[in-house]
């Protein structure tokens, strides 16, 4: 095997390792709350977390989420370089949708993404959240917010990073597509509960 692709496979596994760490279902275990996956949409991800009525628990869920994401990218840049950190990106991503330790069903991606944009291109990362946040203001629904944002992330990830970075958000954004299809199911047939709304769908 070439040496430069060890690296790349060492990120990869990083991330993955990482990214498998089920936040959601630590935190509200430790706080007494029970299994996360019997609530709601089942989801392991901050919003479902949000669902449980504990703000302070679901708020530490998506930092810590975004987090698992920015720590890998960050070691493998440091030790390997800027390709081995879009690896790190990817397999956290991974990691998160499909934990090992949990049946691999895990979260959406949403968090994770955020932190991944961070740490690979702030700018990129900070458009990602506005255009988040303008959708949920505007239209109440959260998934639409988040495909929206991942939809045009790979656009700014070209404009401040170039065509690699662009491929492999365009790669997150596929994957988060995948996450949410029964999201997007429930939008094209106008049942998808708004924010603050139904509490079993997510």
């Known amino acids: 095997m070439p040496d430069e692709i060890l690296p ?3 990120a990869l596994v990083l991330g993955y390792l990482s990214g498998s760490i089920p936040f959601g279902l630590i935190l509200t ?3 007494g709350m029970g299994d996360i996956r019997s609530i709601g949409s089942g989801n392991i991800g901050a919003t479902n977390v ?3 009525g504990n703000r302070p628990i679901a708020a530490a869920t998506l930092v810590l989420d975004a987090l698992k994401a ?3 990218i960050l070691i493998a840049r440091y030790f390997w370089g800027e390709d081995a950190a879009r690896f790190a990106a990817l397999g956290a991503f991974l990691g998160h949708c499909f934990p090992v330790w949990i049946g691999f069903k895990g979260g959406k991606g949403v968090a994770v993404m955020i932190g991944s944009l961070l740490a690979l291109s702030w700018p990129a990362g900070l458009i990602f959240c506005a255009v988040w946040l303008l959708i949920a203001y505007t239209r ?3 998934s639409l917010a988040a495909l929206t ?4 992330a790979p656009i700014f990830a070209y404009v401040f990073n170039g065509e690699r970075l662009a491929l492999v958000v365009t790669g997150l954004a596929l994957l988060l597509f995948f996450q949410h299809r029964e999201n997007i199911a429930r939008l094209l047939k106008g049942t998808e509960p708004t924010i603050g709304g139904d509490k079993k769908a997510g």
């Open 140 to 142: 109440k629904i959260s």
């Open 50 to 52: 949000l669902r449980t």
């Open 70 to 72: 920015v720590a890998p």
């Open 149 to 152: 944002a991942a939809a045009t």
């Open 8 to 10: 790349l496979i060492y």
């Open 29 to 31: 275990q430790a706080a």
